[in-house]
T-cell receptor, first 114, second 113 residues
Framework: GENVEQHPSTLSVQEGDSAVIKCTYS??????FPWYKQELGKGPQLIID?????GEKKDQRIAVTLNKTAKHFSLHITETQPEDSAVYFC?????????????FGRGTSLIVHP | DGGITQSPKYLFRKEGQNVTLSCEQN?????MYWYRQDPGQGLRLIYY???????QKGDIAEGYSVSREKKESFPLTVTSAQKNPTAFYLC????????????FGAGTRLSVL
């Protein structure tokens, strides 16, 4: 099955700095890679996603890059703000026994200091 | 508003007791999922259902049971066989096809008394 590794587990930055979170996956058949943001006591919410036919996608201060050859993808947040503080999860979606099941990374706790 | 509703927000279980967590969605999604979240462990899949009256075990199904009698509802029962049930439980749904986004509920925090 799919295995997703996410690093770092904790990331502390100053407001205005950039933050980068990296994930690797094992199943070359995975073709959809979403990123979720989870605030304390809430469920994860999708913030950006990328499909395997695209190398980069940007949405305002957030961007995601995908390297299919190396099987890794990254989340980039520029000009970080205190409200960006949360846990971020990457995921890779692959076909498992007749269903598309996402496999999640273990999460990165991002702390943005004012 | 369309979305996923989990209840209760907090739940306490006594030893030997079964408890049921509710998950309802009005997104008309075929697929529903239950995840368990522990600190530093990410999201681990307990059960999933692609269609009414059908469900499959995920990675950590032991000690849990589910039913899918209606498209909108996917309740999770934490049985007394689950010896370490304290965790944050998340329900999710999507339309069941390859490129559909997974939506999550707000979660239920289960603790043992």
């Amino acid at each position: 099955g799919e295995n997703v590794e996410q690093h770092p587990s904790t990331l502390s930055v100053q407001e205005g700095d950039s933050a980068v979170i990296k994930c690797t996956y094992s199943d070359s058949a995975s073709n959809y890679f979403p990123w979720y943001k989870q605030e304390l006591g809430k469920g994860p919410q999708l913030i950006i996603d990328i499909r395997s036919n695209v190398g980069e996608k940007k949405d305002q201060r957030i961007a995601v890059t995908l390297n299919k050859t190396a099987k890794h993808f990254s989340l980039h947040i520029t000009e970080t703000q205190p409200e960006d503080s949360a846990v971020y999860f990457c995921a890779a979606k692959s076909w498992t026994g007749g269903s598309y099941i996402p496999t999640f990374g273990r999460g990165t706790s991002l702390i943005v200091h004012p | 508003d369309g979305g996923i509703t989990q209840s209760p927000k907090y739940l306490f279980r006594k030893e030997g007791q079964n408890v049921t967590l509710s998950c309802e969605q009005n997104l008309n999604h075929d697929a529903m999922y239950w995840y368990r979240q522990d600190p530093g462990q990410g999201l681990r899949l307990i059960y999933y259902s692609q269609i009414v009256n059908d469900f499959q075990k995920g990675d950590i199904a032991e000690g849990y049971s589910v039913s899918r009698e209606k498209k909108e509802s996917f309740p999770l029962t934490v049985t007394s066989a689950q010896k370490n049930p304290t965790a944050f439980y998340l329900c999710a749904s999507n339309a069941g096809t390859e490129k559909n986004i997974q939506y999550f509920g707000a979660g239920t925090r289960l603790s043992v008394l």
